[in-house]
Nanobody, 120 residues
Framework: QMQLMESGGGLVEPGGSLRLSCTGSAGIINRMAWYRQAPGKERELVAIIDSSDNSKDVDSVQGRFTISREKPKPKNTVHLQMKDLKPEDTAVYYC??????????????WGQGTQVTVSS
């Protein structure tokens, strides 16, 4: 059974940095991503990376956030390095992975979420 374990959230002042990490416990993970959900808002994609380390992030975090996967294989850990954090980055951050666990079909899995609060 797949579990995604997240860590690294917390409280930081504006302009500060945090590093989120997420590790999958089983299976073959293809795409991994970070989403976030702020109070009263819908969950939104932040950054995504595939098994070939091709990555993409949304405009609001470009130049400030970097997604990466650990090497070598199985590369079941993804990081989100966040710098120059802003109050509007405050949200619960969720790890997401598309993985094959125990069979050839791929399914999405979600972590439990980790709170990031940017405030002075």
């Amino acid at each position: 059974q797949m579990q995604l374990m997240e860590s690294g959230g917390g409280l930081v002042e504006p302009g500060g940095s945090l590093r989120l990490s997420c590790t999958g416990s089983a299976g073959i993970i293809n795409r991994m991503a970070w989403y976030r959900q702020a109070p009263g808002k819908e969950r939104e994609l932040v950054a995504i990376i595939d098994s070939s380390d091709n990555s993409k992030d949304v405009d609001s975090v470009q130049g400030r956030f970097t997604i990466s996967r650990e090497k070598p294989k199985p590369k079941n850990t993804v990081h989100l390095q966040m710098k120059d954090l802003k109050p509007e980055d405050t949200a619960v951050y969720y790890c997401n992975a598309n993985a094959m666990v125990g069979g050839p079909s791929e399914f999405p899995y979600w972590g439990q979420g980790t709170q990031v609060t940017v405030s002075s």
